[in-house]
């Protein structure tokens, strides 16, 4: 229980520059699965890194699907892609030096993953409200965007280092990922014998500089020298401040979770779809026949609306444009440009039709 409740595997994610944060609210209950990982011998891994998304990725452990479920979120995401280091494109240039000894892998069954009542009703209020667009992003915000139902936890030495964009010269300015990952040979002590160690160290030592000399970082941010990454093998499995998230995988909309009611509406609320809501004939003063005005008989959700009309002088369609000149959720004015004023007026009328979507109106 201790490793579940440190981990806080029933929060959403959310992404932003600084990286992965759990959510601060609990979006869902859940049974999971905790098995001991089948690869007993530690890995090294070297991550050549040339744009900015990627270094987000392999920074913080994101093992996406084949759909690609992150970079092609459904519409009710649509603000997540704003600002988001996921869709950074930017050149950028970073190694990620990284010793992984995995120790249980823990899998949450999405059958049994049920949203709390507390983030349901936070839900419901957000589609009721004036402003639903930005009520449900700040729901998001408290509880999540994404789940992610496999988790892989271990004990991690890294060593992260970023360049400027000139700083590995032309040879490195590569588009993909170069990854290179090996077990360790033999048996699980490490030395500097050890085939996996002095495959990889050469490789770090000829892209960055003499890695004998160096350090890496662990979970509680201790800097474990070289020489001393046979002992830290030996006690870290066994210290939980060691441990830690090495891999996120196997994404869902945390909105995906609750019932198909709410998810309907929910994705109605995204819609792009729009409808004729409302029609109407209203009057134009002729003291004041360039502005026509129409109140609701009560206020809309939003002012997110369109409004088409037509002039009609005893019947007769006008030959003017007519165009929305303001709106709110009391209501409109439309703007009538007229070539010619009519000489003979008896009654005159704009008849109007409002489109828009009925979920956010």
């Known amino acids: 229980m201790t490793l579940i409740k440190d981990f806080r595997l029933c929060h959403g994610l959310l992404f932003d520059q600084s990286g992965v944060r759990l959510a601060h609210k609990r979006a869902v209950q859940a049974n999971w699965s905790i098995e001991e990982s089948p690869k007993t011998r530690p890995s090294v891994q070297l991550t050549n890194i040339h744009r900015t998304r990627d270094t987000f990725v392999y920074a913080n452990n994101l093992a996406l699907d084949k759909e690609r479920t992150l970079f092609n979120p459904p519409k009710p995401f649509s603000r997540f892609k704003e600002n988001n280091p996921l869709y950074d494109e930017t050149p950028d240039n970073a190694v990620i030096f990284r010793i992984d000894k995995e120790l249980w892998n823990i899998n949450l069954t999405r059958e049994d993953i049920k949203p709390t009542d507390e983030f349901v009703e936070a839900i419901k209020k957000a589609i009721e409200h004036n402003t639903p667009l930005r009520a449900l992003d700040d729901v998001f915000s408290e509880y999540g965007y994404w789940m992610n139902c496999k988790v892989k936890v271990g004990c991690r030495l890294e060593r992260f280092i970023q360049f400027q964009t000139s700083a590995l ?67 870290s499995p066994t210290t939980a401040s060691q441990w830690s998230v090495i891999e996120r995988a196997d994404f869902v909309p945390t909105y995906k979770l609750l019932d198909e009611s709410l998810i309907a509406k929910v994705e109605r609320l995204f819609s792009d779809e729009t409808e004729v809501l409302m029609t109407g004939e209203s009057p134009i003063d002729c003291q004041c026949a360039d502005i026509c005005q129409v109140k609701f008989f009560k206020p809309l959700l939003s002012d997110a609306y369109k409004v088409d009309g037509d002039v009609y002088n005893s019947g007769k369609r006008c030959d003017v444009a007519v165009t929305l000149y303001f709106a709110s959720i009391y209501g409109f004015s439309l703007e009538i440009e007229w070539d010619e004023f009519p000489k003979e007026v008896e009654v005159m009328y704009v008849k109007w039709k409002l489109t828009g979507n009925r979920a956010k109106i």
């Not at 014998?193 to 970082?217: D, F, M, Q, T, V």
Request: with cysteine.
């Open 169 to 235: 010269g032309n040879e490195y300015d590569h588009e993909d990922v170069e990854l290179f990952q090996t077990e360790w040979i033999g048996d699980e002590s490490l030395d500097r014998e050890n085939g996996a160690y002095k495959e990889i160290c050469a490789e770090w030592s000829k892209r960055i500089h003499p890695l004998r000399s160096s350090y890496l970082l662990s979970a509680d941010s201790s800097l474990i020298r070289i020489e001393k990454i046979g002992e830290w093998l030996e006690y």
